[in-house]
């Protein structure tokens, strides 16, 4: 399988409309190269652009939806969208990532449930998800999960045993925080012995370097690829069939205890 990762730049001179018109041209050159495409977190608007989440809000079949089920059918690519800033026709905000088949049909959509902000930003001004998502492919399956969830290993666990192979995390990381990302992201794919695919933006908003830094890690946390800090498409071929070669050949996940999340008294 081939996929790639386009690490968006988001910078405050370029539209919204101006970017998702971009970024839609950016996912149709992939047509023949990539079987998956993955984009970042929030690139329509920038992952720390909190006072543009409420104005940028769109419903979930808005205008990105349309513009990237379009471009997923015109590239005949898997494409993992990114997230965008969701409004639930109930008034609540999601940060919801989109998933399309090649035919441009909806496949999946996530609602992060992990929102960044220690009680500030993204963490009230946003709604968390509650159910983990997984996306049948052919060949593998994948986990869905957004930035600031890349912390929380329960929830990668979760999405293993509900079968995901190859975990696709889409991402608005900072620069000062670049070294947890990279550690972070290898420690995911060694604990589940599953492929990591994590996509970041590039570039500054709101006063924010993101760290970009996008990554494919195989099920040995071996880094398979990864990019630099700028705007750049990141491209890896990698053979599912290895995740359950590996969990085969070392079979950690076989040896776990149930039961260890909650205290004994």
Same mark, same amino acid.
């Given at each position: 399988?081939?996929?790639?990762?386009?690490?968006?730049?988001?910078?405050?001179?370029?539209?919204?409309?101006?970017?998702?018109?971009?970024?839609?041209?950016?996912?149709?050159?992939?047509?023949?190269?990539?079987?998956?495409?993955?984009?970042?977190?929030?690139?329509?608007?920038?992952?720390?652009?909190?006072?543009?989440?409420?104005?940028?809000?769109?419903?979930?079949?808005?205008?990105?939806?349309?513009?990237?089920?379009?471009?997923?059918?015109?590239?005949?690519?898997?494409?993992? #969208?990114?997230?965008?800033?969701?409004?639930?026709?109930? +008034?609540?905000?999601?940060?919801?990532?989109?998933?399309?088949?090649?035919?441009?049909?909806?496949?999946?959509?996530? /609602?992060?449930?992990?929102?960044?902000?220690?009680?500030?930003?993204?963490?009230?001004?946003?709604?968390?998800?509650?159910?983990?998502?997984?996306?049948?492919?052919?060949?593998?399956?994948?986990?869905?999960?957004?930035?600031?969830?890349?912390?929380?290993?329960?929830?990668? /666990?979760?999405?293993?045993?509900?079968?995901?192979?190859?975990?696709?995390?889409?991402? +608005?990381?900072?620069?000062?925080?670049?070294?947890?990302?990279?550690?972070? #992201?290898?420690?995911?794919?060694?604990?589940?012995? #599953?492929?990591?695919?994590?996509?970041?933006?590039?570039?500054?908003?709101? +006063?924010?370097?993101?760290? +970009?830094?996008?990554?494919?890690?195989?099920?040995? @946390?071996?880094?398979?690829?990864?990019? @630099?800090?700028?705007?750049?498409?990141?491209?890896?071929?990698?053979?599912?069939?290895?995740?359950?070669?590996?969990?085969?050949?070392?079979?950690?996940?076989?040896?776990?205890?149930? @039961?260890?999340?909650?205290?004994?008294?």
């Amino acid at each position: 399988m081939r996929a790639s990762l386009l690490q968006i730049a988001v910078d405050e001179g370029e539209s919204v409309e101006s970017r998702r018109a971009r970024v839609a041209a950016l996912v149709r050159e992939q047509a023949g190269t990539a079987d998956l495409v993955v984009l970042p977190e929030l690139w329509t608007t920038g992952a720390f652009a909190y006072e543009s989440f409420a104005t940028e809000a769109e419903p979930l079949e808005g205008p990105t939806y349309e513009a990237m089920a379009a471009a997923a059918r015109d590239a005949r690519v898997w494409l993992h #969208a990114g997230s965008i800033p969701e409004r639930d026709p109930d +008034g609540p905000l999601y940060n919801t990532s989109l998933v399309f088949s090649p035919d441009g049909e909806p496949a999946a959509a996530y /609602r992060k449930i992990h929102r960044f902000g220690f009680d500030q930003g993204e963490a009230v001004l946003m709604s968390a998800g509650t159910d983990l998502v997984t996306v049948p492919l052919p060949g593998t399956v994948l986990g869905l999960a957004t930035c600031y969830d890349l912390r929380f290993p329960e929830l990668f /666990r979760g999405l293993v045993d509900a079968g995901a192979e190859t975990l696709v995390l889409c991402a +608005g990381w900072p620069e000062r925080r670049r070294a947890h990302w990279t550690l972070l #992201a290898q420690a995911r794919a060694v604990e589940n012995q #599953a492929f990591v695919l994590a996509c970041a933006t590039a570039g500054t908003h709101a +006063g924010v370097a993101q760290a +970009g830094h996008s990554i494919v890690v195989d099920p040995w @946390g071996e880094v398979l690829a990864q990019a @630099g800090p700028g705007e750049q498409v990141l491209t890896v071929e990698f053979d599912p069939a290895r995740v359950p070669a590996v969990r085969e050949e070392f079979p950690a996940l076989k040896d776990r205890v149930p @039961g260890l999340t909650t205290p004994r008294r």
